[in-house]
């Protein structure tokens, strides 16, 4: 079992930065990969960024180029690095766990409780 809590959301201008983080308790969390997602207001939850076991990671389009996921063992901890922030970037923003690399819904194992990030135009 792995309880996951994000941290980091807020308010924040267009052009902006923020940092998320997913602090994760319970066992092995080196073993698992690490993934976020976002949900807008009547939209659907998506894809944003995922890094493996042995630290590959992948981004979805909307994103690549100015967000940057990192995990830190130690810490058990991954982040999100979010630059160039745009009012579209506007959601609730979840941390995922799973066996492997999380890009769909529907492999995600763990689900942390969300954090809001707004951006402002």
């Known amino acids: 079992q792995v309880q996951l809590v994000e941290s980091g959301g807020g308010l924040v201008q267009a052009g902006g930065s923020l940092r998320l983080s997913c602090a994760a308790s319970?066992?092995?969390?080196?073993?698992?990969?690490l993934g976020w997602f976002r949900q807008a207001p009547g939209k659907e939850r998506e894809f944003v960024a995922t890094?493996?076991?042995?630290?590959?990671?992948y981004y979805a389009d909307a994103v690549k180029g100015r967000f940057t996921i990192s995990r830190d063992n130690a810490k058990n901890t991954v982040y999100l690095q979010m630059n160039s922030l745009k009012p579209e970037d506007t959601a609730v923003y979840y941390c995922?766990?799973?066996?492997?690399?999380?890009?769909?819904?529907?492999?995600?194992?763990?689900w942390g409780q969300g954090t809001q990030v707004t951006v402002s135009s």
């Open positions: 890094i493996s076991r042995g630290g590959s990671t």
């Open positions: 319970g066992r092995a969390f080196s073993r698992y990969g």
């Open positions: 995922a766990a799973a066996g492997t690399i999380v890009k769909v819904t529907t492999a995600v194992d763990y």
